[in-house]
Each structure stands twice: as C-alpha cells, then as structure tokens.
C-alpha cells in the first residue's frame, strides 16, 4: 500500500509569497532593489578591497570572501523568488531544487566557518598587536580562508544526497521560496530519522560550535579591553571589532531562531520571513554596516 501511494516526483511547486497574490508586483519591486543593492555593495567592496593599496590586510582579505559568499547566497535563492512573483509556473525541476538546495547549504556553512576566521583575526590584531603580523601572516590567512569555503562542501553535499534519495510523495508542493530542507521533508513518505539526526549534527558543527568558538574569542577580547588603561584605546578597540560584531549578530542570531524553534511555536509564513533575513537581508546589510562603520572602507571608497 506504501509502495503504490508513492509518486515519482520530477518537479516541485514552490508556493512563495503566494498569500499575498494583491502584492505580487510590489513584493517584486521590493525584492529586486534589495537584491540590486546586496549584488552592488558586496561586489563594490570585493572590488575597493582589492584594488586600494591600503586595504591589502588579512581582515579585508577575509571580508572579500564574506562578501563573495554574500553574493552566492543571494544568487542561489533570490532569482527564483523573483522569476515566481511575475510568472503563473512557480515550478523548479528536480535537480535545479537539488542545486538550489546544495548552494544554500554550502554558502551558509562556508559563511558560519568565515565568520569564525575574521573573530580570530579580531582577538590576534587585540589581544596580541604586536605579533599580530606575524600570527595572521599571508599564508595562513589564505589557509583559514580556504578552509571555510571548503567546509560548506562536505555538508551541503551528505545533506543534498540524503534528502533527494528519499522518495517524495505527491504533493510535491513546497511552502517556501526555495528549496529548503526542512520544507522538503515534509513531502517525503518515508522514515526521516538518519536524515533528522544527521540534520542535527551538521547544524551544531555549522551554527553552534562556530558561534562558541567566536564567543570564546570575544570573551577574550572583552577581558583584554578591560584591562586597557585608557579610555581611548579601549574606545578604539572597542570600535575595531564593532562592524563584525552587528554582522556575527544577524547572522547567526537569525539562522539560530530558525533552526533551533521547536516546531509547534512557529507557522511557514514566519519561518519563510525569518529564512529571507539571513539569505537575503543579512547578505545586503553586511557591505552597508562596514562601509558605514569603517573609516578605511570609507576613504578608499
């Protein structure tokens, strides 16, 4: 009886924002100018970090690559969003979810990891100035760089395998705006409890154990600036680690409220707002804070 009420899926409907049909074009318009300001703030500071002289730093080296992965966030999930806002075919095949599904997940962990790194740099260039060129030196900061682009792949690869070798049962609608895992096991007709456990554990080794390690490093920031005699370095040290510490608490603060609710506390609609403020939001916010905040940034702008 399992076996004949299951349904061979080859496509999926992703319901969106479809609740509010009235709004459609105007959610559109919204959508596409926030999506248009995170493309340009993110590249113009790939772009400004690169070229000006006095930005070549291992904390702008590793903020190139936030903003790189800001903008493969954005791209895996917003285009789609838009393309269903105007379009009556709110479909997306089976491996174009699959991939939408593998990118979402590879750069949200490789950004959790990156996060982590530019923490370290900030409690090396606090807690330790004066081998700070030493400790954070070229190399190795091309070494922690790599190391966190390569950490989304082993996660998003065993999570994307998992779920779409499970069979899905019809309807094959989502109620989302991409192709989220949670969203997805819902539609699957089989036991999901190695997927749930390993669920699990990729989001404590991806959410909890970088946001513990960051922790940590700020514990040690904080004791440091503490210590400091004058109200004005402390001022300064304070202001140097500020701009990342607004980033790392809109990050992880709303990733952590959406995978870590218990599940009868939340309905979809809220879950897919809380989903839009770490892959959309967070990634337009990033370039705006530390341009903002940053008198370097600033002046080679």
Same mark, same amino acid.
């Given at each position: 009886?399992?076996?004949?009420?299951?349904?061979?899926?080859?496509?999926? @409907?992703?319901?969106?924002?479809?609740?509010?049909?009235?709004?459609?074009? &105007?959610?559109?318009?919204?959508?596409?100018?926030?999506?248009?300001?995170?493309?340009?703030?993110?590249?113009?500071?790939?772009?400004?970090?690169?070229? %000006?002289?006095?930005?070549?730093?291992?904390?702008?080296?590793?903020?190139?690559?936030?903003?790189?992965?800001?903008? +493969?966030?954005?791209?895996? $999930?917003?285009?789609?969003?838009?393309?269903?806002?105007?379009?009556?075919?709110?479909?997306?095949?089976?491996?174009?979810?699959?991939?939408?599904? &593998?990118?979402?997940?590879?750069?949200?962990?490789?950004?959790?990891?990156?996060?982590?790194?530019?923490?370290?740099?900030?409690?090396?260039?606090?807690?330790?100035?004066?081998?700070?060129?030493?400790?954070?030196?070229?190399?190795?900061?091309?070494?922690?760089?790599?190391?966190?682009?390569?950490?989304? @792949?082993?996660?998003? $690869?065993?999570?994307?395998?998992?779920?779409?070798?499970?069979?899905?049962?019809?309807?094959?609608?989502?109620?989302?705006?991409?192709? %989220?895992?949670?969203?997805?096991?819902?539609?699957?007709?089989? %036991?999901?409890?190695?997927?749930?456990?390993?669920?699990?554990?990729? $989001?404590?080794?991806?959410?909890?154990?970088?946001?513990?390690? @960051?922790?940590?490093? &700020?514990?040690?920031?904080?004791?440091? @600036?503490?210590?400091?005699?004058?109200?004005?370095?402390?001022?300064?040290?304070?202001?140097?680690?500020?701009?990342?510490?607004?980033?790392?608490?809109?990050?992880? +603060?709303?990733?952590?409220? $959406?995978?870590?609710?218990?599940?009868?506390? &939340?309905?979809?609609?809220?879950?897919?707002?809380?989903?839009?403020?770490?892959?959309?939001?967070?990634?337009?916010?990033?370039?705006?804070?530390?341009?903002?905040?940053?008198?370097?940034?600033?002046?080679?702008?």
């Amino acid at each position: 009886m399992k076996a004949d009420n299951q349904s061979h899926v080859t496509e999926f @409907i992703l319901l969106s924002f479809s609740n509010f049909n009235e709004f459609q074009v &105007y959610l559109f318009m919204i959508s596409l100018v926030i999506y248009q300001i995170a493309l340009m703030g993110n590249s113009l500071l790939v772009l400004v970090s690169s070229v %000006d002289p006095a930005l070549q730093t291992s904390m702008y080296y590793l903020l190139r690559s936030l903003s790189l992965m800001g903008i +493969g966030c954005t791209t895996a $999930t917003i285009p789609k969003m838009l393309n269903n806002f105007l379009s009556k075919n709110q479909n997306i095949s089976f491996g174009g979810c699959a991939a939408q599904m &593998y990118f979402s997940c590879f750069f949200g962990a490789s950004e959790c990891w990156i996060l982590t790194t530019m923490a370290y740099d900030r409690h090396a260039v606090i807690c330790d100035p004066l081998r700070y060129s030493l400790i954070m030196n070229r190399e190795l900061c091309l070494q922690l760089a790599l190391a966190s682009w390569l950490s989304g @792949i082993p996660v998003a $690869t065993v999570l994307t395998t998992m779920m779409f070798t499970l069979p899905f049962c019809g309807p094959n609608v989502i109620n989302h705006f991409f192709c %989220d895992s949670s969203a997805l096991l819902e539609l699957v007709c089989t %036991d999901t409890f190695a997927f749930e456990v390993y669920g699990l554990i990729g $989001t404590v080794i991806v959410l909890m154990l970088p946001f513990r390690l @960051i922790i940590v490093s &700020y514990i040690h920031i904080l004791v440091t @600036i503490l210590k400091m005699c004058s109200a004005k370095g402390r001022c300064k040290a304070f202001s140097t680690c500020s701009t990342h510490l607004i980033v790392v608490s809109l990050f992880f +603060g709303t990733a952590s409220w $959406t995978y870590f609710r218990v599940k009868s506390s &939340y309905t979809p609609e809220s879950k897919k707002l809380l989903s839009l403020s770490y892959t959309f939001f967070t990634p337009m916010l990033n370039p705006l804070i530390y341009s903002l905040k940053n008198q370097e940034v600033k002046g080679a702008l």
